[in-house]
Nanobody, 123 residues
Framework: QVLLVESGGGYVQAGGSLTLSCTASGRTASRHALGWFRQASGKGREFVAVVNSDGSSSSTADFVKGRFTISRNNANRTIFLQMSSLKPEDTAVYYC????????????????WGQGTQVTVSS
């Protein structure tokens, strides 16, 4: 069992920056790939970024490349999503996901999910 807790969401103006955090707990948490998805109101959940268990490899969706960066600190089993040059269309609930396979996380089939944190970008 892996428990995921997200934090760092909030309200920001367009062009601003925000950093989200997701802390994973559980005996096997450090062995899991962790990633971010987002879901805007009335839309489906979409992949944002994923990082493997030791932080050596990551993948980011094309629409956030150059603006969002995912990183991992395994000492405290936390991942970060540094978001910059935010746009109103980035407004969504951001979810953390975990799975032993990074590919499963990327495909949205991660076994574990957090409760989400709201990010609102005003124009």
């Amino acid at each position: 069992q892996v428990l995921l807790v997200e934090s760092g969401g909030g309200y920001v103006q367009a062009g601003g920056s925000l950093t989200l955090s997701c802390t994973a707990s559980g005996r096997t948490a450090s062995r899991h790939a962790l990633g971010w998805f987002r879901q805007a109101s009335g839309k489906g959940r979409e992949f944002v970024a994923v990082v493997n268990s030791d932080g050596s490899s990551s993948s980011t969706a094309d629409f956030v490349k150059g603006r969002f960066t995912i990183s991992r600190n395994n000492a405290n089993r936390t991942i970060f999503l540094q978001m910059s040059s935010l746009k109103p269309e980035d407004t969504a609930v951001y979810y953390c996901a975990a799975d032993l396979s990074p590919r499963m996380v990327l495909l949205g089939r991660g076994v574990y999910w957090g409760q989400g944190t709201q990010v609102t970008v005003s124009s």
